[in-house]
């Protein structure tokens, strides 16, 4: 076995230890005298004094054995006895106490491997230790992995618990909360502070005095419970009630405590006796680092350990050699790696410069690896690794976070040295999921503890806040000492930023590490390692959403992401400066090959056209033609089998997950990897990887027409060649398509993790990013709170002093809030919101934008891309346009304008994309283009993309609704529109305004921005075809039927459920459902409005031959609509009275103003020949009430014809009411339109005749029969045939196919009759 981590390597069998007459020759090199002074000076006890160099025995390497077993010598038997008698004196239970998880538990829990990690898996379950107290102080630890609803502290064993009862709710339980601030007994009292994530909770118990209390990262409490039950039966156990998935990992004394108090002896003994003999071992190691032997001149040199050098002396090894004998096996316990090793670690690092710290340490690992057999070694690395996992998850925010920044030190040092580098990475790090933890910095939850009041003195929080970005009005209407205390803020927030970076410049470091390939020599590289682990990471995170134990915590992942970019781009600007045909990481994406070659796993993620399978079998053409790539016929057939007993699962594979062991009511100790556990876990699941396909390796470059034939590796199983490829293998870019450029981007092992990194941020790091902004929100509401507070105090009167006292007090408490709370966010934005993390965020955008563009290229060969490279486009933009600002804008980023542009021309092509087939990524599309057109500088980028993208865009919205989901395409035409319609230049709902204009809170819309462009390019597409308008706008018409009548019988419902006697509750989803209806009946009717206006030649040149059907149809459902809304004391006018949350947008003002904006457009702006046909249709409909139109003014009745119009009642709804929103030349339209159909209804019943019953549609009767069907002869009006017709091909009456309707006329019928008699 070899050792290369310090440039040197030595046997290990030529330093066994014999005592062969060939060991004194090797040892001869020294002299006598100075063997026996040096092998003194290293093997002097600490705790005795230095013997005379006279009095003493000659030491060698033959009896140096002998002296230390003298010098490790303890008296076993005196500590035996004290032990026993320790253990008989005030505890009961066995010597190592752990979490019993046999009988002692109620409820559903899943507990570690060790036995001390536990996670609720119940609404709250409880469990107990196997060890109990009667007599003493005692103390252990409780680490918070979660900072949910738990209850830790002490109960007897008669105590019983239920789901709904734990620690502290009966009698003889006690038990803090700190989630509450509480502390329960039976009854419950404030005590306390909160604790968070990271947190270490000492539960102490004195029961000579009968107390007991506790302490929060080593700060007491004070005491939470006196006269404690104490005697006969009464003994104590720690006992934990704690809710769904919270998470704690307990600490007995197994390890030692972080924080021990004098007097207080935790519950698990520490192992003494190893203990003296580990310090004194160590104490001869350090004492070989300070002394130097100088054969020359005979003497012994002393210097300084940092400055020690491992030379390959014999004498220097063979002690060591005898050292590292008695020191191995005490090398594997967890108790003394991390209070002997990890001590001396630690203070290496603090002595002499980085760099000699880190040479040290690597010699140290060489020593361990040369002296230690292989599972010593591995076992005390893992120990080493999860000790310091544990204490830089554990340790407190301190103003210069020095903690953190020691144990990061000593991680780099110790994953420097290439051969524990590899072992920790291939059976440590990402087997148990611990690695990610030291990229994570947690936010302190006491701002005062973490030191933030002296970064921070001066606190300032915006006056309002815009998630477009920044508001000018803010820097404009602050005074000089809001300015003053911002910029204040301002650079106290740059000194707390400038400390955390020092902690995200180490955590690059450590991932530099793990990416480093180069250090193949004798084995893979760690990047390969690392890729294999992290793929097997991404799985179990991606696969196991149902088991939210199993996953990486969102806050984690965002941290890694951001460190695991900066590494990324670093190794990927370093590959282009050696090879200049590789492109720049600004231009980084992933070749489209990846996608279907099957190098890289994607599990069961979605692809844009389906399942994996499917897709394989169905394009299997399109890859042999386009990509040169044949899939194996033996893997299809097994991935048909798979899709046919994809319900079955195999015995081992179903034996190997931990949610099949749970078992209702029992605590089960489960091998487990867990984040929202203790970091004390052993090894990870094993789970089955899908596959990957790799190359069978040719021998010669292929031709154009060769194909190559693929099958499939695990992920385990791939060499770095198969990633990398050689000189005939592309790796893991073959199948390059003939789109794609021959040159590689960079090294294909960065292409990987780059995928990687973009499906986390899929994972989790978008919602963590969006729950990080209720912090903000927190702060804008207090931020309100306090100036509602100001604003009353400076009106409230002198007098009333009792008045002005609690706003003072209200004052005080908001803004002590405002103060941690705007101090919290300095964190969070130096953490989270910096510019640097936004940059990354926005790198990642650019680089799936250039990904789905090669992608499309590839035609059919697109729908194998994986659903979330579109999804975080979508998202990632969403998050720098709404998460990042107001402190930092998406408009200062480099190339701003060209990446709106791309993607809108991403969305503009894809929402209506026939290779993509999940419904889920379509609506997410089709949402984000409606996001897109609402705001300028979006909708600007729309227009900037091509026409023919655009004219083609514009030609999905218009096709019609039927068979696909139609709102968030009509929403789409309707924010083009807004802005320009009758009335619609409002951003907030003005009958809200109305009743209640001092709520700030009411519900806002964006700033109208309509696009007179896009309009252009409908208008155009509707006048292109005969059948393009009759189709669009008979689907709105149907869809408007359809939206109002639900909402109509919604409305019923309520208002009956409203007037019962008895009390009841409107279900709320009833209500959304209902208020959804009404926007989309408004909304329907803009779009009748926008294409009115654009178009009015389809419904007013009856030359077409559909546009006097779709006329008598609009005229229809615009009647129904006012009759129904405008009816006095009504039922739309009794649902809008009683004011229900929920039904805040329902009112008479949206509807009534859309439909108005039709009217007028038909019968003012129209060209004579029209208004004439639209209000002849109007009239012609029997459901037309003049006094339906006058109600739109506030007139009970119709004017006379020629009087002026009266005053409007005030009490009733009219137009005039909303001057602000309507203006005086709308409001003119509408009186002449009133007018104009006065006179024209007067004209109308003086020359309307009588009709016969026997002459009226047998289906409306409401028109004349018009129309005889072909061939069977049946009649009803022109109106009611031709929308039939426009869905339906069969007669209304005998289901027969209509193949003609002829002109009926009944005098001609009746003439025609007669002269053939």
Known sequence: MASKGAGMAFSRKSYRLTSDTEKSRVTGIVHEKLLDDYLHRIFSSTDRAPTAATSRKLLNFQNLPEHLDQLLHVDEEAEEEEESQGQAEGRLGPSTVVLDHTGGFEGLLLVDDDLLGVIGHSNFGTIRSTTCVYKGKWVYEVLISSQGLMQIGWCTINCRFNQEEGVGDTHNSYAYDGNRVRKWNVTTTNYGKAWAAGDIVSCLIDLDEGTLSFCLNGVSLGTAFENLSRGLGMAYFPAISLSFKESVAFNFGSRPLRYPLVGYRPLQDPPSADLVRAQELLGCFQAVLSVELDPVQGRLVEKESSEWQLQGQPTVLLTLAHIFHRFAPLLRKVYLVEAVLMSFLLGVMEAGTPAQAQSVVHQVLDLLWLFMEDYEVQDCLKQLMMSLLRLYRFSPIVPDLGLQIRYLRLTIAILSHEKSRKFLLSHVLFDVLRSVVFFYIKSPLRVEEAGLQELIPTTWWPHRSSREGKESKEVKDE????????????????????????????????????????????????????????????????????????????????????????????????????????????????????????????????????????????????????????????????????????????????????????????????????????????????????????????????????????????????????????????????????EEPEQPLTENSLLEVLDGAIMMYNLSVHQQLGKMVGVSDDVNEYAMALRDTEDKLRRCPKRRKDILAELTKSQKVFSEKLDHLSRRLAWVHATVYSQEKMQDIYWLLRVCLRT???????????????????????????????????????????????????????????????????????????????????????LRAVERIPEEQRIAMVRSLLAPY????????????????????????????????????????????????????????????????????????????????????????????????????????????QLKVCATCFDLSVSLLRVLEMTITLVPEIFLDWAQPTSEMLLRRLAQLLNQVLNRVTAERNLFDRVVTLRLPGLESVDHYPILVAVTGILVRLLVHGPASGTERATSVLLADPC????????????????????????????RFSLQSYTDYISVEELAQVEQMLAHLTSASAQAAAASLPTSEEDLCPICYAHPISAVFQPCGHKSCKACINQHLMNNKDCFFCKATIVSVEDWDKAASASATSSAA
Request: charged share 25%; proline share 8%; with cysteine.
């Open 479 to 738: 005074t000089s000492e809001e300015r003053l205390r911002r910029r204040a803020y301002e650079r106290g927030c740059q000194r707390l930023k400038k400390r955390i970076e020092v902690v995200e410049e180490l955590q690059v470091q450590i991932l530099k590490l793990l990416l480093n390939n180069q250090d193949d020599n004798g084995g893979e590289a760690s990047r390969y390692i690392f890729l294999t682990k992290f793929r097997k990471f991404l799985q179990e995170n991606a696969s196991s959403r149902g088991n939210m134990p199993m996953l990486c915590p969102p806050e984690y992942m965002v941290c890694f992401l951001h460190r695991l970019i900066s590494a990324l781009r670093y190794y990927w600007d370093e590959y282009k400066a050696s090879n200049p045909c590789a492109t720049f990481s600004e231009e980084a994406y992933i070749p489209p090959q990846v996608f279907y070659n099957g190098k890289v796993d994607y599990f069961d993620l979605q692809r844009l056209g389906g399942l994996l399978s499917h897709l394989r079998k169905t394009l299997k053409d399109d890859l042999a033609s386009k990509a040169n790539i044949l899939i194996d016929p033996l893997e299809l057939q097994a991935a048909t089998m798979d899709d046919l007993d994809e319900d079955e699962e195999p015995a081992p594979a179903a034996a190997q997950r931990p949610m099949q062991a749970l078992a209702m009511g029992g605590a089960l100790p489960l091998p487990r990897p867990s984040w929202l556990s203790s970091p004390t876990l052993g090894r990870a699941n094993r789970f089955l990887s899908t596959a990957a396909v790799s190359l069978m390796t040719p021998r010669r470059p292929l031709s154009t027409s060769e194909k190559v034939k693929v099958r499939t590796l695990s992920a385990e199983q791939r060499t770095r060649e198969d990633i990398e490829g050689s000189q005939w293998n592309e790796g893991l870019l073959v199948g390059r398509p003939p």
């Open 852 to 938: 789905i563009e090669h992608g499309d290229r590839t035609g059919p060969l697109f729908a194998f891309m994986p659903e979330f490279y579109l999804s975080v486009a979508i998202n990632s933009y969403s998050a720098l346009k709404n998460y990042f600002g107001p402190v930092h804008s998406m408009e200062e980023l480099p190339g701003y304008e060209e990446t709106l542009t791309r993607l809108a021309a991403i969305l503009a092509k894809h929402f209506a994309d026939t290779r993509i087939v999940g419904t889920d990524i379509r609506d997410s599309l089709m949402q984000a283009l409606a996001s897109y057109v609402c705001y300028p500088n979006s």
């Open 962 to 1069: 039927e068979q696909r989901p139609w709102a968030q395409t009509n929403w789409i035409l309707v924010r083009l529109w807004r802005g320009c319609g009758f009335g619609y230049r409002y951003t907030r709902l003005p009958h809200l305004l109305k009743t209640k204009p001092e709520d700030a809170n009411l519900p806002s819309l964006q700033k109208p921005c309509p696009s007179t462009l896009l309009q252009q390019h409908m208008a155009d597409l509707l006048r292109e075809g005969p059948d393009v308008a009759p189709s669009f706008l008979n689907s709105v018409l149907n869809q408007l039927n359809w939206a109002f009548s639900e909402f109509i019988g919604m409305i019923q419902e309520i208002q009956q459920a409203a007037e019962r006697l008895e009390r009841n509750f409107v279900d709320s989803r």
């Open 1184 to 1211: 037309f009430q003049l006094r339906s139109i006058c109600y739109l003014l506030g007139q009970p009745e119709p004017p006379t014809p020629g009087t002026a119009l009266p005053a409007p009642d005030q009490k």
